[in-house]
């Protein structure tokens, strides 16, 4: 009897062990991966009101997937990626994730589009161990994880966050010329939070009252209201924590009022469209950013064949989304490269992990991750635009 009791307890002992792992260890898919394929799915604006963001991003993705298909896949598999159109809309980033998910089979969602549509439908991708790489949104939720929760570490972003991004910038405008009375004008969601976070805080460490918070709706187009007030209350530099249209919207704002103010963008300002559309209501614009934008005329080697490359194939210039797009792609291939041909989710996940470095063709800083940080840099550059050129004004700045 004492004998089968030990037996009893010895086995109860072993199952106790084998679960108590178990319960810490991220459960990482193996689905979309076939022996001459890997599967995988992005959502992206490509009707809504940031589709100039989601539509080169898109055509980015399909340029880097033709050249890797073209150059034999990676480890002997192609690559096959679905595109879904989230309308920069939370809701119809969470259908897109889930028809990804449950009928595509992905291995992992890669560039998804905009805060917003991300963090909605982040956890449906936990939940089934999907990967989560490389969003087009900096926000914090896309690279910080709590150790307690095995899931959250399927989540890893290369973009530039908003918060130490702001930080940088915001702090070396106010050190260069001295301002006194800054304000912040941002998208009431969780981007705009995001840069609300850095320019706070940033202000907090340096001692300085803000002298204005103001915000707008995402996808609002009458900023006269936020400028008047900002004018009102004295402001010497204007952060703003908006995309494109928003971003030529309250400049031109300014100018109508005869204020002649500095603006300092966050980094989804810092884009070509920016200076193309808003012509001079625009110049003079400083942003926070990650890399420097080419342009045809001036870039050399690989970076002036890819332009070139880019726009036969889509009749259009390639920009900064484009690049953004082009290198999510090429940073899954290489972390997939790394994780050999017997390619399981937990192997690209260790790959991630590796501390192994990779470097785009465009001299952005290096990405690199590890286990406890899923946040490939965090270096930031300020760039002005000059006679309708984005200009480079300080480099590797960290706040």
Request: one cysteine or more; charged letters at 20%.
């Amino acid at each position: 009897m004492s004998i089968s009791l030990k037996a009893i307890g010895l086995a109860i002992g072993a199952v106790a062990l084998t679960q108590l792992p178990a319960a810490a260890q991220t459960k990482v898919t193996n689905e979309g991966i076939a022996a001459n394929e890997i599967v995988i799915g992005t959502h992206q604006d490509l009707s809504g009101p940031i589709k100039n963001w989601g539509v080169p991003v898109a055509n980015g993705m399909k340029m880097a997937v033709e050249e890797i298909n073209a150059a034999g896949g990676v480890n002997g598999r192609k690559l096959k990626l679905i595109v879904e159109d989230n309308g920069y809309d939370p809701k119809k980033g969470v259908l897109a994730s889930q028809k990804l998910i449950e009928r595509d089979k992905i291995f992992a969602m890669i560039g998804s589009m905009g805060s917003a549509p991300t963090l909605a439908a982040q956890d449906i991708l936990f939940d089934a161990g999907v990967l989560q790489l490389f969003p087009l949104t900096a926000a914090e939720f896309t690279f910080k994880f709590d150790p307690a929760k095995p899931q959250e570490r399927l989540k890893f972003n290369n973009l530039l966050p908003y918060v130490e991004s702001t930080r940088a910038a915001l702090k070396y405008m106010m050190d260069w010329k001295g301002f006194k009375k800054p304000c912040i004008m941002h998208q009431d969601d969780e981007y705009g939070k995001n840069v609300l976070d850095g320019f706070t805080q940033q202000l907090e460490a340096m001692k300085v009252q803000p002298a204005s918070i103001t915000s707008y709706k995402r996808g609002a187009s009458d900023f006269s209201a936020q400028v008047a007030k900002m004018k009102s209350d004295g402001c010497d530099l204007v952060v703003l924590g908006t995309i494109i249209r928003e971003t030529i919207g309250a400049m031109g704002e300014a100018k109508k009022l005869g204020w002649d103010v500095t603006f300092l963008g966050a980094t989804p300002t810092n884009v070509l469209e920016v200076p193309a559309l808003g012509k001079d209501a625009v110049e003079g614009l400083y942003a926070a950013s990650g890399f420097e934008i080419p342009y045809e005329d001036t870039a050399k080697g690989k970076v002036k064949d890819w332009l070139v490359n880019y726009k036969k194939m889509f009749g259009t210039d390639a920009n900064t989304q484009a690049i953004i797009g082009y290198n999510a792609i090429e940073t899954f291939a290489f972390y997939t490269q790394k994780a050999g041909k017997d390619l399981t989710g937990q192997k690209m996940l260790d790959a991630l992990e590796s501390g192994d470095k990779f470097l785009d063709i465009f001299s952005s800083p290096p990405t690199k991750f590890s286990k406890t940080d899923h946040l490939a840099n965090t270096i930031t550059q300020v760039q002005q635009v000059q006679k309708g050129r984005w200009v480079l004004v300080k480099d590797n700045l960290m706040f």
